[in-house]
């Protein structure tokens, strides 16, 4: 089965479901500036658990963050994990460029 994502703009999250289902199979919810996306929270209801919806929501979060030059700011625990296992979107992340120091 197909895991379709969609940005739902209006809840601040992307919402996966599977094809030709209506049911909301799982959500990552973010933060969006100008100029970058803090990913806060992802989850996946527990009986489409295993079956690639967290990786789906990932994915298609970050290729859309990508296409819009938005930097990521991975805050949720999966989101900073998935893209620690998945080096092609590692240069997507949000560096620090403060100085400041105590």
């Not at 049911?23 to 933060?31: D, F, L, P, R, S």
């Not at 970058?36 to 789906?56: K, M």
């Not at 990521?72 to 997507?92: K, M, S």
Request: charged share 25%; aromatic share 10%.
């Amino acid at each position: 089965m197909v895991v379709n994502v969609k940005d739902a703009p209006e809840a601040k999250q992307y919402e996966a479901r599977f094809e030709g289902e209506s049911k909301v199979a799982g959500i990552a919810q973010y933060i969006r500036t100008t100029e970058l996306i803090a990913f806060v929270h992802t989850e996946v209801l527990s009986e489409y658990e295993g079956r690639g919806v967290g990786a789906a929501l990932a994915r298609t979060g970050l290729d859309e963050a990508r296409a819009a030059g938005l930097l990521v700011l991975p805050t949720c625990p999966f989101f900073a994990g998935w893209i620690a296992r998945h080096p092609e979107y590692q240069d997507l992340v949000y560096q620090s460029r403060s100085r400041v120091s105590d």
